[in-house]
């Protein structure tokens, strides 16, 4: 990528790739840093449910399962946990909003948030108390979502392997204990690996690799959501739109696997192009969900579009699609949405400083911005007794 293509791509790095669209006249784009992106709707669904493209392992978990089978195992484990995870989940975000400042910057803010209601999931109250520190560290220190500057960064190099070293040892302590249903994701995953593993490491890189995968999402779709809506609805009035719609929506207009990426297994041929089995291909879910022709009003955030019986809906995988969709996408969308209701919930939210354009950390996620959350006042009955403004 030449000098000027890294700035644009720094400037706004979605406008840049909507231009290498604009450019591309065959619904194929090379990308800058190697590789191609099918721009075009219809190709990209053919490739992303076709065979070619789904067979062998998933490139998320590296080398660290060594089958396709084992990979699902430990991805549906986890989703099952996070799903039954859900009422606690939910009640902790009542706790986690109620200690929120009235002006908090975010996406930091809402990452605390998310983590407040994942702790005891991620690793249950009964762990050691260094353990459960350590991975409060990493949640809100740049281990989980990665932190924009480079010292933020290399502190979170640090917290790692300390990290890593506490979740092996807990995971060989657990192994002793009798089994049971799983009380958090180390559980879930310890489960899910041979009965007689004892590579205690890899079960906690996995642990790590599942508390990033559902951490980072959950925190950048909850500030998208926030900011987008608040930016859209500026009005002192309650939101018009349920939490579902705000949350079903940006995901669509701001999704934070921007690209999703494989290398081909085998070899296909795609329109005119033929693509050999080595060839990097991906598909953008941006471009899929901002096509003008599968989509009304692609560009602008209009969660209303989701209750309208006559607007035009095209692809929509913020989380992939075919065989290689997460996993836990469905529990995903419910815990941003529970998230997002909490905290709207008899409040008036503003914000100050959004821009629309992402910073691309491992994803796409929002730039910093200022929330301010003011509660309504409260509203008395008819006898007089505060309702809490319900």
């Not at 191609?36 to 669904?45: G, I, K, N, P, R």
């Not at 959950?218 to 309650?238: D, I, K, N």
Request: proline residues 8%; charged residues 25%.
């Amino acid at each position: 990528m030449r000098t000027g293509d890294r700035r644009r791509f720094r400037q706004d790095p979605l406008e840049y790739l909507e231009d290498l669209r604009r450019q591309s006249t065959t619904g194929l784009i090379p990308l800058p840093g190697g590789g191609w992106c099918v721009s075009d709707a219809e190709l990209a669904q053919t490739l992303l449910r076709g065979p070619e493209y789904n067979t062998g392992r998933s490139g998320f978990f590296g080398e660290l399962l060594p089958t396709r089978g084992a990979q699902i195992e430990v991805g549906h484990a986890v989703r099952d946990l996070m799903r039954s995870g859900v009422p606690h989940y939910r009640a902790a975000l009542t706790g986690a909003v109620a200690a929120l400042p009235a002006v908090g910057r975010w996406p930091d803010t809402g990452t605390r948030l998310v983590h407040r209601g994942l702790e005891d999931l991620l690793l249950h109250p009964e762990t050691p108390i260094r353990t459960r520190k350590l991975m409060r560290k990493a949640a809100l220190g740049g281990v989980a979502v990665r932190a924009p500057h480079v010292w933020q960064r290399a502190r979170a190099e640090v917290l790692r392997p300390k990290l890593v070293a506490a979740l092996t040892e807990e995971a060989g302590r657990r192994r002793k204990e009798c089994g049971g249903q799983p009380r958090d994701v180390l559980d879930a995953v310890l489960g899910a690996c041979p009965p007689g593993e004892t590579d205690y490491r890899t079960v906690a890189e996995l642990h790590l690799m599942m508390f990033r995968a559902v951490m980072a999402p959950l925190s950048a779709s909850l500030a998208w959501s926030v900011l987008l809506a608040c930016l859209r609805h500026e009005a002192a009035s309650p939101w018009p739109w349920p939490a579902d719609a705000v949350v079903r929506e940006a995901l669509r207009h701001r999704p934070m696997a921007w690209m999703l990426g494989r290398v081909l297994p085998h070899a296909v041929k795609l329109g005119d192009t033929a693509f050999e089995a080595g060839d990097l291909v991906s598909v953008s879910p941006h471009l899929l969900h901002h096509d003008v022709h599968h989509w009304s009003d692609p560009d602008t955030f209009r969660p209303e579009r989701w209750a309208e019986a006559d607007a035009r809906h095209g692809p929509y995988i913020p989380f992939g699609a075919g065989p290689f969709t997460c996993a836990g996408a469905a529990v995903a969308h419910t815990l941003i949405t529970e998230s997002l209701t909490a905290l709207s919930r008899d409040a008036h939210l503003t914000v100050t400083g959004g821009d629309t354009r992402p910073a691309m950390a491992e994803g796409n996620v929002p730039r910093p911005f200022t929330l301010r959350r003011t509660l309504k006042p409260p509203v008395a009955d008819d006898t007089g007794h505060d309702t809490g403004g319900r």
